[in-house]
């Protein structure tokens, strides 16, 4: 049975001052949450925690300096389960949204909501109830649509693409062991996977394959 007395800690995560003190004073006005850290990026907040600064939730901003929210999260969670993450930002691009509750995130919440919609959503995600606006939640519908069909689209395993990559910079086999760490052997198994994925006959195609896909850095 939930203890509706106890008192529920909150660290804040944000690299503005105004931000945190805005966020600070609406929670003050709510008896059930208390306010025991702020962070003014995702690494500080990491060494609070390293700490025992560990809070119930964690209001974390996306776009900060050193480490963003979506990296901050990744650790958080994995590091301590126990941790509930809200994503508070101003950014409503659908592959952020996507990486945020990829990342661990229970809810994302705009900085546009009102201060009921922000109690709401904690007191969601106390429960591990996701909470999103209408508009958030398309975007994580779209944001997983594109991530499915790229998935179909492409096929290739993560050192698939790393070998791929290097192709398109004009590495040999003997460069591209050396620079992974896997013998000739590999790296030419590799090679054969890829030009069969992508239906192609050589590695010169390969390497237009992936200036088109827009994988390769342009320098």
């Known amino acids: 049975m939930e203890n509706n007395d106890r008192i529920y800690t909150v660290m804040i995560v944000d690299d503005h001052d105004m ?3 805005g966020l600070r004073t609406y929670l003050m006005l709510e008896p059930r ?4 850290a702020e962070a ?15 809070p119930d939730l964690i209001l974390m901003d996306m776009m900060m300096p050193e480490m963003n929210g979506i990296e901050a999260t990744r650790a958080i969670v994995s590091r301590y389960p126990s941790v509930k993450v809200v994503m508070l930002t101003s950014f409503l691009e659908d592959d952020k949204v996507f990486e945020a509750i990829e990342a661990g995130a229970v809810s994302y919440v705009l900085k546009t909501v009102s201060s009921e919609e ?43 693409k790393e070998v791929l990559l290097l192709i398109a910079e004009g590495r040999t086999n003997k460069e591209i062991g050396e620079e992974l760490h896997i013998s000739i052997k590999t ?9 069969m994925k992508c239906d192609l006959d050589d590695r010169t195609q390969l390497a237009v394959y992936a200036h088109r896909k827009g994988w390769v850095k342009q320098s």
């Open 187 to 195: 790296v030419k198994t590799h090679v054969s996977n890829l030009l």
């Open 19 to 21: 931000v945190r003190t």
């Open 118 to 160: 922000l109690i709401y959503a904690l007191n969601g995600a106390l429960k591990g109830m996701p909470v999103m606006t209408s508009d958030v939640s398309q975007a994580l519908t779209r944001g997983l649509r594109q991530r499915a069909a790229q998935g179909e689209e492409e096929g290739l395993t993560e050192r698939e």
């Open 40 to 54: 003014n990026n995702g690494s500080h907040a990491l060494k609070l925690l390293e700490q025992g600064q560990v």
């Open 33 to 36: 949450f208390e306010i025991t």
